[in-house]
């Protein structure tokens, strides 16, 4: 969205990693021009805040609230959580958008749902439809509340 003119100032980045937002200043070079807001935390804890900072008042948004955002770009996320876990964020990024908001991104798959195993946890790779499934009855239950 940078790239493409998006004002910076308006965008908000969330990982859980923050190794990976310096990474990205390394790789575009674009410290100086880069306004948005980085964030660390883990948006499928139960006790985790969105916090914002502006013209230095200090904003707490608790991830309850709603319609915050217009759009929600997700990248290489889905593939490295459980199932349970996907679960969680997928209801949390819908409760974050504003009505009307656009969720996008990518992630890993598989031919078959399967669950994988790695040293610190499982992950879940969904197939297409196993992911349109989970993006649809998410999306209706919150549209029907």
Do not use: W
Request: charged share 25%; hydrophobic share 40%.
């Amino acid at each position: 969205m940078a790239l493409d003119g998006a004002n910076t100032a308006n965008l908000f980045c969330l990982d859980i990693e923050p190794r990976y937002s310096k990474l990205g200043f390394d790789l575009f070079d674009d410290l100086e021009t880069y306004h948005g807001k980085f964030f660390r935390g883990n948006i499928t804890e139960d006790d985790f805040i969105f916090e914002v900072r502006q013209d230095l008042d200090e904003i707490q948004v608790v991830k309850s609230d709603l319609g915050l955002f217009d759009a929600i770009y997700a990248s290489s996320v889905l593939h490295l959580l459980s199932e349970h876990a996907n679960n969680i964020f997928i209801s949390e990024v819908f409760t974050l958008l504003n009505t009307g908001g656009v969720f996008f991104g990518k992630t890993g798959g598989s031919i078959k749902p399967q669950i994988i195993t790695d040293h610190t946890h499982l992950k879940f790779y969904h197939t297409k439809e196993s992911l349109f499934q989970m993006l649809d009855r998410k999306s209706t239950r919150l549209n029907s509340s």
